[in-house]
């Protein structure tokens, strides 16, 4: 067709007949389109007004549509924009132009007309690469879904290619990609489809595959992960409507494990370490205290752990659960036998939360001996640590870490002691008291010792590497009152609500002051624990600087990128192996710290799974089909407010007054924040983590361990957190 003030053809193209290679002239859309077409995708029939068009007047467009738009039929069309620089490999900017849907054939003229205006809107040529020439513009038939979607065949979170995530509303899929809905979404992986959440319930499992499958053949052909959207007419049959690459992916990482079995990052030290852990620090404290703590068990309760007690997975640390198998069950009962004949009180410290645990002796072993001999130890150390000979701190370094995971061994026992507790509670409030009183067993448990001012310094993270911060301020007075009367007020409700069984109200009390007397005890004993570690680092940095007057190291803190051998032969006067490369673990360990790693590796039973799926019901989660991040209930209440994701220390200062801190973990230098957040998330930790009991006594919501949330939930969301069902949803 000629333009009738110029020489020059401007053509309008099948949607079939345009390949990749006529991207120049009828946008990255349009092109891929093509090629879907070619590959015998179903696609919507249509047609492509090329980018030159953009260079006629409104008249002359409008009758090279009237001749060209007869072999489509009557209509309804959907219209939309095909950047020349749109969905490559490099840029894909969905939303960034206008869409018109649902366009009838005798308004095609102007619903092109829009398309091509929104080409000068503000936030389209800011993003728009620069010199990019204009766009064009495609014409296909309308199609008219039950449902709608997108299908990215690999996870956007965490890199996994082996993951499709499929999103989906009823209707028309410009509620999805809007922002204005936020859908069911599915995950399509080796063990089959698995519901992540269902606010619109607007496909099926079956459908969920289906798209999934259609979405990895369009990827397999292309070689790159795709994002690709969808829609499922009345008749059921499946439709795309644009496939792209997907940009700015996570490496492609595997997780698995290195040995059998099952590891986690939400147990035990597990949940105290939310970052890649630094060569120095997994080889020497975290080894050592593990060593030292299965010992303790094999002698207080005859369990004997199978080797190894963690895995290092992409710089990622993950405890073993390996212990609870059947069997190392069976290894372990022998001696487990002889400890119930010898000490049945002991024994009941590992037994499940419908048993009594026997917690009175525990805490006396902790707070006669293990207490004193920890802080003695530590003073002890702080007294010589400047003037001892440097070829002597490995040795205090080795008694500093046995000793802490002596004392990490007691808090599992006592702090476990309390998280069973909390379980019974929880499951008596449930049954017995949710019904009339509504709401949680959470607020039972808080407000019993406003923290205190600290006299010395607090620990960001437990690596090494981390430096310690100064002294925190304290929660302020109505803060506390608050929390101390929201209390009262639940336990008098509870009572009241069980006069009437004098059986019941007896096993509350019961549950209610056990629980209630291991709360302090187990914030004293969390918090302690990390008195050792501003000792320590200082140790760790003078054979730092030691290596460094030697020049076998740049500088004294590269000595936290050399394992403990490494670092300690090198004090010796061995020179480094050459395969020794710290500026390059260096850099690993930076890329490291920007995967997100998954809350297990390994393979553990079905039973075991569905066993460890349950823990936070226990203690009151519930499944929300609006959650954008689901985890442990830790501090009651709701907050409503914008997210705040912080990493670290230097980033301290951008929390402002009212926003949700969003964490991988907090530890006790992160706790001024708590002063200012109207509520806190977590990727890992417990109902007994340092997040739970400081949000419980600064009195705001708290969901902590969800295992993603730095990631899922971005700075500037608008969210409100529910921290006594455990979801973080839109707000």
């Not at 490291?592 to 039973?605: E, I, K, S, T």
């Amino acid at each position: 067709m000629m333009n009738s003030t110029a020489t020059r053809a401007v053509t309008v193209r099948r949607l079939a007949e345009v390949r990749m290679a006529d991207t120049a002239d009828v946008g990255g859309k349009a092109a891929s389109l093509g090629e879907l077409l070619a590959a015998g995708v179903r696609v919507p029939d249509g047609m492509v007004l090329a980018a030159d068009a953009a260079d006629m007047t409104a008249d002359e467009r409008r009758s090279l549509l009237h001749a060209a738009a007869g072999d489509l039929g009557a209509g309804p069309f959907a219209v939309r924009s095909s950047g020349i620089s749109e969905d490559g490999a490099d840029h894909s900017y969905a939303g960034m132009y206008e869409s018109v849907l649902d366009v009838p054939a005798d308004e095609l003229a102007g619903a092109v007309e829009r398309c091509l205006a929104s080409a000068g809107a503000a936030r389209a040529a800011e993003y728009r690469p620069a010199g990019e020439r204009g766009m064009a513009v495609i014409i296909q038939q309308m199609v008219h879904p039950v449902a709608a979607g997108v299908a990215l065949t690999a996870d956007p979170i965490n890199g996994d290619r082996r993951s499709c995530v499929v999103a989906a509303v009823r209707g028309l899929g410009e509620r999805l990609v809007s922002g204005e809905a936020l859908g069911d979404e599915w995950v399509v992986d080796e063990g089959g489809p698995t519901a992540r959440r269902e606010p619109e319930h607007a496909i099926d499992r079956d459908q969920a595959v289906q798209i999934a499958n259609e979405a990895r053949r369009i990827a397999a052909a292309r070689g790159i992960p795709q994002d690709i959207e969808w829609a499922i007419d009345g008749e059921g049959t499946i439709w795309i409507v644009q496939a792209r690459p997907m940009t700015a992916l996570p490496p492609d990482v595997s997780w698995d494990a290195p040995a059998p079995g099952g590891y986690t990052r939400m147990l035990r030290l597990g949940e105290w370490i939310g970052e890649p852990v630094t060569p120095l620090f997994e080889s020497w404290l975290v080894t050592a205290m593990e060593n030292r703590m299965h010992a303790l068990y094999r002698e207080q309760i005859g369990q004997i752990a199978p080797r190894p007690y963690h895995v290092v997975v992409n710089g990622w640390y993950f405890y073993s659960i390996n212990f609870i198998s059947g069997g190392a069950f069976i290894r372990s009962l022998p001696g487990m036998l002889a400890t119930l004949v010898r000490s049945p009180r002991v024994i009941a410290g590992i037994m499940p939360p419908t048993v009594r645990h026997s917690f009175p002796l525990v805490e006396r072993k902790w707070r006669e001996d293990v207490q004193p001999r920890y802080q003695t130890a530590v003073a002890d150390a702080e007294g010589r640590l400047e003037t001892l000979p440097v070829a002597d701190l490995p040795l205090l370094l080795d008694q500093l870490t046995e000793l802490a995971g002596e004392y990490f061994m007691w808090i599992t026992a006592l702090a476990g002691a309390a998280y069973k507790m909390e379980i019974n509670l929880s499951g008596f409030y449930r049954r017995h008291l949710a019904g009339s009183l509504g709401g949680s067993h959470l607020p039972l448990l808080a407000g019993f010792a406003r923290p205190a001012p600290r006299k010395r310094e607090a620990i960001v993270s437990l690596d090494w590497w981390h430096p310690s911060l100064p002294l925190e301020p304290t929660a302020s007075t109505d803060h506390h009152s608050r929390v101390v009367d929201a209390r009262q007020a639940a336990e008098s409700a509870a009572f009241a609500a069980l006069a009437s069984s004098p059986r019941r109200l007896r096993a509350f009390r019961r549950l209610l002051a056990d629980s209630q007397h291991l709360v302090p005890i187990r914030e004293e004993q969390t918090d302690e624990l990390t008195i050792a570690w501003p000792v320590m680092r200082r140790a760790v940095l003078r054979i730092g600087e030691a290596l460094a007057d030697r020049g076998v190291i740049a500088d004294p803190d590269d000595v936290f990128f050399l394992t403990r051998s490494e670092a300690v032969a090198a004090l010796e006067g061995a020179p480094l192996p050459p395969t020794v490369d710290v500026p390059g673990r260096r850099a690993l360990w930076s890329e490291q710290a920007r995967l997100v790693p998954p809350p297990m590796v390994g393979h553990v039973n079905p039973m075991l799974q569905r066993l460890w799926d349950s823990f936070p019901g226990m203690i009151g989660a519930r499944k929300s089909d609006h959650a954008l991040a689901s985890g442990v209930p830790a501090s009651p209440g709701r907050a409503t407010g914008l997210v705040r994701v912080i990493r670290g220390p230097e980033e301290f200062d951008e929390l402002q007054s009212g926003e949700v801190l969003v964490a991988p973990l907090t530890a006790p230098a992160w706790t001024p924040l708590f002063n200012v957040a109207a509520a806190v998330v977590t990727d890992v930790g417990s109902a007994a983590s340092h997040a739970s009991i400081i949000a419980r006594e600064y009195g705001i919501p708290a969901v902590v361990g969800c295992g993603d949330a730095t990631s899922r939930l971005r700075t500037g969301m608008r969210v409100t957190v529910d921290g006594s069902t455990g979801n973080v949803e839109p707000g």
